[in-house]
């Protein structure tokens, strides 16, 4: 698999995030809308993909945490205990 074509919302981005979504994801495939199918045919060759790949909304991330830092009175006890 190269490519998954999917449905794009009017932001473009992917309207659902399946297996088959994610798999190409890991695999690296290209993943696009079908106005690159369209846009193809009417071309009559393979069109660059990257106007038409999905975009991702920075809702679809996973969370992260911050970084922190121990409490000084907590590093401190735990230097008195060694």
């Known amino acids: 698999m190269s490519h ?6 009017p932001d473009g981005v992917a309207a659902a995030r399946t297996v088959k979504y994610l798999r190409a994801v890991v695999l690296g495939c290209w993943v ?3 106005e690159w199918v369209e846009a ?10 990257g ?4 975009k991702v909304s920075h809702f679809q991330l996973l969370p992260v945490e911050p970084y922190t830092v121990p409490l000084e009175s907590w590093q401190g006890t735990a230097d008195a205990s060694a």
């Not at 193809?40 to 660059?48: D, E, I, N, S, Y």
């Not at 106007?51 to 999905?54: D, F, I, K, Q």
């Open 4 to 9: 998954l074509v999917v449905k794009l919302g």
């Open 32 to 34: 696009v809308g079908m």
């Open 40 to 49: 193809c045919l009417a071309a009559g060759r393979l069109v660059p993909e």
């Open 51 to 54: 106007p038409y790949e999905a």
